[in-house]
């Protein structure tokens, strides 16, 4: 677990450089300032608001106890079992089967289930996949996934400030520091982008994993957290979640799009047969 969290910090650490670059590339000193104080204009603002602007964006609603008692109870067993908050309950209108954790801190947490995935999983299952979510909750992913985002979001918008600036002969500032050249900034508008993409890509798969792994060691069986992967990767890959964007799609269980042919490749999310390996290899583990 511990080369995974360094492995994390070092990649925020690159996907911060590549902004301040960039930043630089476009400005020069002043831009790379600029730059940095964008940074942490827009992570003080995701810090405070991520959860309610997720939440809303995907329509979920806080059920109380007495409207969804057997998912109020699920949670209730996990989050004493994690030590952490009873989160806030949320369900999400539509059939595809999908959950995400969202929020701060755990102090701030919110899970959402979907319509679907309440429908169809047993009770066994639905628990292992919430299991997954509080250890999000437990290992403080939500904030990191919010601060990767973030950073990738900013990278690719300054990425077109480049070809802009790269057309109208840009790349210098006045005191003559600069990026290059024209050239040189059309390489680095290229690929910014799709090294921030990378990286945030890396962030999440690595998160994913230590999340299946917290989430077996909470619910006690690791089985059946892998027998849920099958079922709704299998459904979802058939039946995306409405309204769900790149932006976002890491936060889910499953990738919320349809994430056929060469979008596979830069999905989110590590690729459900590995993510079931390992839980069948703990499973098998636990036996001997």
């Not at 701030?108 to 999000?136: F, K, N, Q, S």
């Not at 403080?140 to 600036?165: C, E, K, N, S």
Request: with cysteine.
């Amino acid at each position: 677990m511990m080369g995974n969290t360094l492995k994390t910090g070092f990649l925020l650490a690159a996907l911060t450089a590549l902004f301040l670059l960039i930043g630089r590339a476009v400005g020069g000193q002043g831009g790379m300032m600029i730059a940095f104080f964008m940074a942490v204009v827009m992570n003080a603002g995701s810090y405070w608001f991520s959860d309610s602007i997720v939440l809303r964006m995907y329509g979920a609603r806080e059920v109380p106890e007495s409207e969804a008692p057997r998912l109020h109870a699920i949670v209730r067993r996990l989050a004493v079992a994690a030590g952490t908050p009873m989160p806030k309950v949320c369900v999400i209108p539509g059939d595809s089967p999908n959950a995400f954790a969202t929020g701060r801190n755990p102090e701030h947490a919110a899970v959402a289930a979907t319509e679907g995935i309440l429908r169809l999983l047993p009770e066994d299952e639905l628990e292992a996949v919430l299991a997954h979510e509080m250890g999000h909750v437990r290992n403080r992913d939500i904030l990191i996934g919010t601060v990767a985002a973030t950073f990738a979001g900013a990278i690719m918008m300054i990425a077109h400030m480049a070809q802009f600036a790269a057309f109208f002969g840009g790349g210098r500032d006045r005191d003559g520091e600069g990026g290059g050249g024209v050239v040189g900034m059309l390489l680095l508008a290229v690929l910014a982008p799709l090294g921030a993409t990378l990286i945030q890509m890396a962030i999440s798969r690595s998160r994913e994993y230590l999340a299946d792994a917290e989430g077996a060691r909470l619910c006690g069986n690791p089985l059946a957290l892998a027998r849920a992967l099958q079922r709704i990767s299998g459904v979802s890959v058939n039946l995306p979640l409405e309204g769900a964007g790149p932006a976002t799609a890491h936060l889910f269980i499953v990738n919320p799009l349809s994430a056929g042919g060469i979008a596979g490749l830069f999905s989110t999310h590590p690729p459900v047969e590995d993510r079931v390996a390992r839980l069948r290899g703990m499973a098998g583990g636990a036996t001997r």
